[in-house]
């Protein structure tokens, strides 16, 4: 696992981030540890061959974003299926890299994530586009983008698609322009929050939380608040020691901001090492 994390760190400190890489290394977390001497033990270098052998597929001579989404929704929402439907978000498979390259269902953002992934591939110019509620993908000049939703099959968007889709999701309209490309780590971020918000409506899999908590602490910009989320899942685990110690330093962090904050997570890290007695 140490080298796995380490090299999540390294990648999602690089200057140019490989997405499908840091996906699939989030994916890796929730499979069993392999034996020793596996060959492709997280099953890494098979997906990427696997977005490869896609992005081989699409037809050359691709011009206009236009071009390049219709392609990219023929090829992965047409002929090979990938969408996606209301039970896909009660699933953890439909946030994982690998596990969405196998079934073909997904998250709108891992669906994302494949569209992105084949497409910069071929060579087109693609980037995510987070949407408040959704996640879509963009190609040619974020200013003038050709916007398809994987979700739905690869289809495309005019703005008003894209101010209904918002509106309906959150009850509030698109306001202003439509939201910058994302970065590889926000993605990243934003997958893992979506893992979060899975695991913590099921308390007996807070293995997951609490992989999910710490892999988000790895990326050079993440919620200073995931340490004491961190520090609660330790305590809920058993590990009142170490919980207590993580609560304790965080209460030091904020102390000087939010001294009655401070004080209640102190009493929090008591509790928990008067568990152990």
């Known amino acids: 696992m140490a080298g796995r994390r380490a090299r999540f760190a390294e990648e999602a400190r690089s200057e140019r981030p490989d997405l499908a890489l840091l996906c699939l290394l989030v994916g890796a977390e929730a499979m069993p540890e392999p034996p020793p001497g596996s060959p492709d033990p997280y099953g890494i270098d098979a997906a990427q061959i696997e977005l490869d052998r896609l992005a081989g597929l699409l037809p050359h001579g691709l011009a206009t974003p236009l071009d390049w989404a219709t ?134 899999r807070s293995d997951v939380a609490l992989w999910a908590v710490e892999l988000s602490l790895l990326l050079p910009s993440h919620p200073a608040r995931l340490r004491y989320e961190r520090a609660q899942l330790l305590v809920q685990r058993g590990d009142f020691v170490r919980g207590a110690a993580e609560m304790e330093e965080y209460a030091d962090v904020i102390g000087g901001i939010e001294p009655a904050a401070a004080e209640s997570i102190r009493n929090a890290a008591r509790a928990a090492r008067a568990r152990l007695n």
């Open 71 to 204: 392609a990219l929704g023929e090829l992965l929402g047409g002929r090979y299926g990938f969408c996606g439907a209301s039970p896909d978000y009660q699933r953890l498979e439909s946030s994982l890299l690998q596990q969405v390259l196998h079934r073909r269902r997904g998250l709108p953002i891992l669906l994302s994530v494949v569209w992105m992934e084949v497409a910069r591939r071929a060579g087109a110019p693609v980037h995510g586009v987070a949407l408040p509620g959704h996640f879509v993908v963009g190609f040619g000049d974020p200013a003038e983008h050709v916007l398809a939703d994987p979700f739905a099959g690869g289809a495309v968007l005019t703005g008003e698609d894209a101010e209904l889709m918002v509106a309906g999701s959150t009850g509030v309209p698109l306001r202003g322009s439509l939201p910058t490309p994302a970065r590889p780590q926000a993605i990243v971020l934003r997958i893992l929050n979506n893992i979060r918000a899975w695991a913590s409506t099921r308390p007996e």
